[in-house]
């Protein structure tokens, strides 16, 4: 029998398969067996979609019940969890099919080999986000800088790390970028060693001034004594003031804060107590003249050497 040519009977004995040809594709029952195998197909694919997710979302809650383990850890953990799961839908399906799940490893894993060579980049920040959720240098809501960039964490993927910024901007950082560079984590101790230096005059009395900073900073609840004691000794002589260098702990989430607030309020304290916190000087002497040498350590002695270099000046001005 010929249509347009075609010998149908030579297309119908066809071997497409080992032992099956189109005649035998074309019967009912073959079309049931594989409406059937389609059907049953979705369901488990869809059976698996369910049974991965709800498997994601126990682990993850296993995280939130317990403050002591890491969130970011779990996420991870779960979405493992829920992507093997769907591999093993995919194998089940596959089989429906009469599909030998071993050979296709081995074509997949010579694709995933070429796959492999052309996305180093995807896959070394791959490496990077699994050690970085595994050894957890970091984790959900610390505050950090990466790579030259500050604020908190949000997500840390298996691809990249997300932050935000103090300005609540948006920061992504590809995974292999946070794991090859220094991570600076102002959140790993609960406490954090606050650090000022606060300059008076040389005329000042030290013992007082030592006495009004610390009694003001400790006088702040946020002010801690442990691990160790409040700091605050003389650390420099400046130009034109001596420098107290003061530590005193505090706890991490009040550092920020913390260490503003104890600026202005040491600055008001030694203001009420009259001790002076100079501004930098500098002294002109004018050379020929010894009386103005010799008055150079005087108050106020900077200031007639000015004004007499001035007249001398309009002097030489008038004479020319």
């Not at 075609?6 to 297309?11: G, I, K």
């Not at 989430?253 to 503003?260: I, N, V």
Request: hydrophobic content about 45%; charged content about 20%; proline content about 2%.
């Amino acid at each position: 029998m010929n249509l347009f040519g075609v010998d149908l009977n030579a297309l119908m004995s066809t071997e497409i398969v080992a032992g099956t040809s189109v005649s035998d594709i074309l019967t009912v029952e073959f079309l049931a067996m594989l409406l059937g195998n389609v059907v049953a197909a979705i369901l488990i694919l869809i059976a698996g979609y369910i049974i991965g997710g709800w498997i994601k979302r126990r682990i993850r809650r296993v995280a939130e019940r317990h403050e002591t383990l890491d969130t970011t850890l779990f996420n991870f953990l779960g979405n493992l969890a829920r992507y093997a799961v769907l591999v093993f839908a995919f194998l089940f399906v596959l089989n429906t099919f009469g599909i030998r799940t071993t050979s296709l490893v081995a074509v997949i894993g010579a694709a995933g080999l070429a796959v492999g060579l052309a996305l180093q980049g995807t896959l070394s920040n791959i490496a990077a986000g699994v050690m970085i959720i595994f050894f957890r240098p970091i984790k959900t809501g610390d505050f950090v800088e990466v790579n030259g960039q500050m604020g908190t964490v949000k997500e840390v993927s298996l691809n990249f790390t997300e932050l935000a910024t103090i300005g609540n901007v948006q920061v992504i950082i590809p995974n292999s970028e946070v794991w090859g560079n220094t991570i600076v984590n102002y959140s790993s101790y609960p406490k954090r060693r606050a650090e000022w230096t606060f300059g008076v005059g040389y005329g000042s009395n030290l013992a007082t001034a030592e006495k009004v900073i610390h009694d003001t900073i400790m006088a702040d609840e946020r002010s801690l004594t442990e691990p160790d004691e409040p700091f605050i000794k003389v650390n420099n002589l400046n130009d034109s003031s001596v420098d107290f260098l003061v530590r005193v702990w505090c706890t991490a989430d009040d550092y920020f804060a913390y260490q503003a607030d104890m600026k202005r309020a040491v600055k008001e304290a030694l203001d009420n107590a009259d001790v002076t916190i100079p501004f930098p000087t500098r002294t002109l002497v004018m050379e020929g003249d010894d009386r103005e040498t010799a008055a150079a350590g005087r108050p106020g002695a900077s200031n007639r050497r000015h004004d007499d270099g001035v007249r001398a000046d309009e002097e030489i001005t008038d004479e020319a």
